[in-house]
């Protein structure tokens, strides 16, 4: 049996202002929220193989040391191939970098691809204010909470 090809290696692209249609147009398409993504506060980026092809987006609101990883999407032609996990693994060191020490997700349906990526469930009420204030927490009623410590 052959083994698994590795995921391509991926390169962030920060999104411009202008470019966060292609993301909104992405994330409708995959049924995730998209209605504060010009949010300047909202974090996001791009993913490229090194062929420049693009792979999928994904999104960051830092709080301090808490930071709200959101809006990953892998493109729906290039699922299963592992460019998920790399961009999560992307947005995670990027958290790190600018001091989170945890990051928080806020899940109706991908909370086992977290889990299978270190992050636990957790109960609402141990979320923090600054998370807890986010138009994505806000708004999530019937989701799971995830949470990983950087």
Known sequence: MPADKPAPRLFA???????????????????????????PHHLFWRFETDEEMPVGFG???????????????????LRNKGIGTAIVATLETEAGLRGSRAIWIVS?????????????KCLPSVVPDSIRATRVFQSANDAEVLVKLL
């Open 59 to 77: 999104g960051l609101e830092p709080y301090g040391q808490d930071a709200l990883l959101r809006s990953v999407v892998t493109l729906p032609p």
């Open 108 to 120: 109706r349906a991908a909370g086992p691809f977290f889990e299978g990526r270190g992050y636990a």
């Open 13 to 39: 692209h920060p999104l411009k202002s202008w470019e966060r249609g292609a993301l909104c147009a992405a994330l409708s398409k995959v049924g995730l929220a998209n209605d504060d993504v010009e949010d």
